[in-house]
């Protein structure tokens, strides 16, 4: 019964996730609509990818058993992701494009690092944790790249730059990977979506009480994005996605 629930909560967050990594593609038509970034910043979506890329490799048999639904979505995380950031390197400011190709670059260099080093030189339970630790870290600054939305609307007062679907999505596929890195005593799964989980409940609870403020003041001037990326699914796994 256990494996059971433990499949389906991986579903659950395969669905989840793709609707994580699919909720920005409002905020991308309307870049792609006016040919500009506008004050979008790219670089949550440059560490979405380097989330989904750990989280891709975490989940591989050969790293982590049993957790191929981790990799599936995440795969799918990744693609998505390289979508986002191509536009990004598209349509932005020259400054504003050399610092996400050298963010890109440096995302890319760490992957590899992880990975060359999990597979040629740890092996067994060093390589699962080595693995783990790297994607849980990453997952984590994924899920808290919200953090100055969420203070710009306790500030303003208006849920303008948070967009209430994104912030559900957050809550469902965090919470959907907790469970399931709980149902498969998988702590690099757990701790890092129960985290999400948790910024997403406090993102909903933000939205539910200044969701009549929305549009109602001045925008805030920041330099982050208006969106988190975010998948995790973390293992989502994430996210790991």
Not at 157 to 186: A, I, N, Q, R
Request: proline residues 5%.
């Amino acid at each position: 019964m256990g494996g059971v629930a433990h499949l389906v909560f991986g579903v659950f967050g395969n669905a989840n996730g793709l609707l994580l990594f699919l909720a920005p593609t409002i905020t991308f038509k309307r870049i792609i609509m006016n040919k500009s970034t506008e004050r979008f910043s790219g670089i949550p979506y440059v560490m979405t990818l380097l989330n989904c890329l750990l989280s891709a490799w975490y989940g591989l048999p050969f790293v982590s058993p049993h957790n191929l639904l981790v990799t599936t979505i995440n795969v799918t995380g990744a693609a998505i992701e390289s979508i986002y950031v191509l536009i990004f390197l598209i349509l932005s400011p020259r400054r504003e494009k050399g610092k996400i190709l050298a963010l890109l670059t440096v995302v890319l260099a760490i992957f590899a690092a992880v990975a060359l080093i999990s597979y040629f030189a740890l092996h067994g339970r060093n390589r699962t944790i080595f693995c783990g630790l790297a994607a849980s870290i990453f997952s984590i600054i994924m899920y808290a790249s919200p953090l100055s939305i969420m203070r710009t609307v306790i500030r303003t007062k208006s849920v303008e730059y948070m967009p209430f679907f994104l912030s559900l999505f957050v809550f469902l596929c965090g919470t959907s990977w907790f469970v399931y890195g709980l149902l498969g005593k998988d702590p690099f799964i757990a701790v890092p979506n129960g985290f999400g989980s948790g910024l997403g409940t406090v993102q909903l609870i933000l939205y539910a009480i200044y969701h009549n403020n929305k549009g109602e003041t001045k925008k805030p001037s920041v330099d982050g994005s208006v969106e988190m990326e975010l998948g995790k699914p973390q293992q989502s796994r994430n996210g790991h996605v």
